[in-house]
């Protein structure tokens, strides 16, 4: 599926397709305005003279009380005007959902397509297919709008680190994508809207109750460096990359002052740096949370006032109602009614997401894929082989049909299901006739985990443990279990499952998200070999005792060695991990081969600049340089006998100034190849924007030292490519076996010629690459600031803690 790139440009008229042609945002975006000091105005006649005929432009009458009327998600109509009410509020994270009112399934629409919880569908590191979903729910919503039946304004995706997955670059390509699928961006008018999307939380909200610290008056305390690195940059790619149409500010304070009533996070940052086109609204009831909770300010007025000064558009509140335009049928979409939701294409694609995402993480001996020839007989045990709502997670809307595990895995084989405890908590457990049942199959599936009644909105997990005594009843069945047996894990997050991991009569161990409506059938398919598993954790799973003596609360990413602090994510934890971010195995096995190095850049400082006479860690990541790229191929083979889709990733190590991240993922691409069959991967790496790192004052820099960038799978061998920056005279490269994050071997080493001696300006430069075999290259005198070329072909190691990154572009019908 191919999208044109939209490029951020004027909304002549932002109206969601004319979003109710009357009640909407109308957000003036002239082409001249860039040349005006004088702010945006959405009724100003001169720029837009479509607007004269309407009444709400006619600045003349009197409507204070009306206009107070707007600032809710419930808007009061004005019928003088030919306003109607409407409800802002719609939401639609995995699929059209009736939380908040402004859609629900009580009319001509019963249900909508219903996909996997995001963190699962992050897993399958497959940008189209993030964007396919986006404009699959959008048509159900619009389908659902001209029958009365939904908005046009959902306040969707959630953009927070670790919805989708726990680094900042993931989760900013899945912002956009989503943002353009349900904005409808992606070809025709870029300046009419499908439906209007909204990126949420921001900012830096990441508790929402754990241990007793509760959002409402939760003070996130946060490092400049931790915001521009982490927090920030998935907002500023919904606003600068995705175009989105909203922004959610959050219950929470950041460094002491509500997110909803700072004027440097909104009208500063959103509007003022990223040139946000559209709205602000508050999360609900956030502005009297400002006031009731946090005592922010002495009255509600003094709550209201701060917000709005600070740049906010729209309350969210408790009130709830429902329009529909009685010419929706004149609008683009317009032909879109109940027969477009829930076709069989969107739930074949629900299924297809789950299945991508989903990730095989043991499989001893090839014990899967079960063959129903050999496998007669199936135990299906646990409390979440049988359920429904768990699957479709937080936020769901009612979904077009369920397929549970149990009844997945019976479409292909006789299976006999035993629940094993009576829920998730397992306080109890029928170990006896759980394990009976085990000893007489050929095979046992254990689908165990977690529900919403262990994580969800307002409730925070507080271990890592599988609840209860599903751990025992695990254990237990495998002991008596006489075939293999599989472990599939149903949660919102990862896991402490090191007792199955290191079980060896456990054979597999398959996390699966909450998989959404269709998830049974996925995780059949899986099991049974259908489908080639090819999902990568987008996650760090920790170990129990990570989180025994470390508090939620603790914002910090960065590592403190003075105070024992580990640090967050794979970016800056180097501890033990039960699993790794990325990890993720196939039923096939993939090969690489390095067939082009980063080519030829100069960086170009000014002759003012200090770093072309002195030493210097870093220069600004702002500069002639900036713009120049590198590329890296690498030629990816399927040596296995079966076809499958396998994610490549890109990742960095920085030189080690201003904190930087131990590994940093770059780009990641998602192949599809047949048995035997090869493919060429490219990425293009722009010095500036992917190479730089940010420092302890938020600015971003370009760091003068040794990179490394990693390329490759997530098995034992890949291809790492050393990219040198040697800032500064008479310094020396090394070879990469000195390099921080490089697991060793054989390197061949390849460093470009210095510029010419005799010139007597030291140019900053990139050289371009030629192959000198076992001896360091000196990059002595007269080169401040010069980048040089190592790259290496080497064994990977199963480091305690592996920084691999799969990406993973499948060639499917949902393309790029």
């Not at 610290?213 to 931790?226: E, I």
Request: charged share 20%; net charge positive; proline share 6%.
């Amino acid at each position: 599926m191919s999208y044109l790139r939209q490029t951020r440009g004027n909304r002549a008229l932002f109206s969601v397709s004319t979003l109710l042609l009357s009640i909407i945002f109308f957000i003036s975006k002239p082409s001249n305005a860039q040349s005006s000091s004088s702010p945006d105005f959405a009724c100003d006649v001169t720029r837009n003279p479509s607007l004269a005929g309407y009444g709400f432009c006619n600045t003349g009458l009197k409507a204070g009380p009306e206009k107070i009327g707007f600032l809710v998600s419930k808007a009061t109509g004005v019928s003088r005007l030919g306003i109607p009410d409407y409800n802002w509020w719609s939401e639609a994270l995995h699929g059209v959902s009736d939380v908040g009112g402004g859609s629900n399934f009580t009319g001509p629409v019963p249900g909508a397509t219903s996909f996997p919880q995001v963190i699962l569908t992050a897993a399958s590191f497959n940008i189209s297919l993030f964007q396919a979903i986006g404009k699959v729910v959008s048509t159900e919503a619009r389908a659902m709008y001209n029958v009365g039946a939904a908005g046009l304004t959902f306040w969707s995706p959630n953009v927070n680190i670790f919805h989708p997955g726990e680094d900042p670059a993931l989760t900013s390509k899945y912002a956009v994508a989503y943002v353009k699928g349900l904005q409808g961006t992606d070809g025709g008018d870029p300046n009419s809207l499908k439906v209007a999307a909204c990126c949420k939380h921001y900012t830096a909200y990441d508790v929402d109750n754990w241990k007793g610290v509760h959002r409402y008056t939760f003070n996130s305390l946060v490092s400049q460096q931790d915001m521009d690195d982490t927090f920030q940059p998935p907002f500023q790619s919904c606003v600068v990359d995705g175009n989105v149409a909203s922004v959610m500010c959050s219950y929470n304070q950041v460094n002491g002052k509500p997110t909803c009533a700072d004027p440097d996070l909104l009208s500063g940052v959103i509007r003022g740096q990223w040139k946000l086109n559209g709205y602000i609204v508050s999360d609900c009831d956030s502005v009297e949370v400002m006031h009731a909770s946090q005592h922010y300010t002495k009255t509600p007025e003094e709550a209201m006032a701060k917000s709005m000064l600070a740049g906010l558009d729209l309350n969210c509140d408790h009130f709830t109602g429902q329009h529909a335009d009685g010419r929706s049928r004149q609008q683009p979409y317009g032909n879109l009614g109940p027969q477009d939701v829930c076709t069989a294409d969107n739930q074949e694609l629900a299924r297809e997401a789950a299945r991508q995402g989903i990730v095989l993480l043991k499989n001893s001996n090839g014990s899967l894929p079960f063959s129903p020839s050999v496998i007669k007989t199936l135990a299906v045990i646990g409390p979440n082989a049988n359920v429904t709502d768990t699957m479709i997670g937080n936020y769901h809307g009612v979904p077009c049909k369920y397929t549970t595990p149990l009844q997945g895995l019976v479409e292909t084989v006789s299976a006999t299901y035993q629940l094993g405890c009576p829920n998730v908590a397992c306080t109890e457990a029928d170990i006896d006739s759980a394990t009976s049942l085990a000893a007489s199959a050929d095979a046992v599936v254990l689908v165990m985990g977690t529900d919403l009644s262990i994580e969800r909105e307002d409730h925070d997990r507080v271990d890592l443990l599988l609840p209860g005594k599903q751990q025992q009843l695990v254990t237990e069945v495998a002991k008596v279990a006489k075939g293999p047996v599989v472990l599939v894990i149903m949660s919102g997050g990862g896991l402490d499952v090191t007792f199955a991991k290191n079980d060896p009569k456990i054979a597999s161990i398959m996390w699966v998200g909450f998989p959404g409506q269709a998830g049974g059938l996925a995780i059949a398919d899986i099991i049974f070999g259908r489908y080639n598993p090819s999902g990568k954790l987008p996650m760090t799973w920790y170990p129990q005792s990570y989180v025994e003596n470390l508090p939620m609360s603790n914002m910090n990413m960065r590592p403190d060695n003075s105070t024992g602090y580990p640090g967050r994510t794979y970016r800056f934890y180097m501890g033990e991990t039960v699993y790794a971010f990325g990890d993720g195995i196939s039923y096939t096995h993939f090969n690489h081969h390095l067939i082009k190095a980063p080519g030829l850049v100069f960086l170009g400082l000014d002759k003012s600049h200090p770093c072309r006479t002195t030493k210097c860690q870093s220069v600004d990541a702002i500069g002639p340089y900036c713009g120049k790229a590198v590329e890296v191929q690498l030629r990816v083979k399927n040596a296995g006998n079966r076809d499958g889709s396998h994610t490549v990733f890109l990742f960095t190590t920085p030189p080690a100034v201003h904190r930087s991240p131990v590994k940093h993922l770059l780009a990641f691409e998602k192949v599809h190849l047949g048995k035997k069959e090869k493919a060429v991967v490219k990425f293009t790496v722009d010095v500036c924007k992917d190479l730089s790192v940010v420092d302890e004052t938020g600015k971003k820099k370009i760091a003068l030292g040794r990179y490394v960038l990693h390329v490759g799978n997530v098995n034992r061998r890949g291809t790492r490519v050393a990219l040198s920056t040697l800032g500064a005279s008479r310094r020396t490269a090394t070879a990469p076996s000195t390099l921080r994050g490089y697991s060793g071997g054989n390197p061949r080493l390849s460093i470009g010629r210095r510029p010419n001696p005799t010139n007597p300006s030291p140019i900053p430069a990139l050289f371009q690459a030629e192959s000198i075999i076992g001896k360091r290259p000196d990059i002595s005198s007269g080169t401040n600031a010069a980048i040089a070329i190592v790259t290496t072909l080497a064994s990977f190691t199963r480091e305690p803690h592996r920084h691999r990154r799969d990406l993973i572009h499948k060639r499917n019908p949902y393309k790029n």
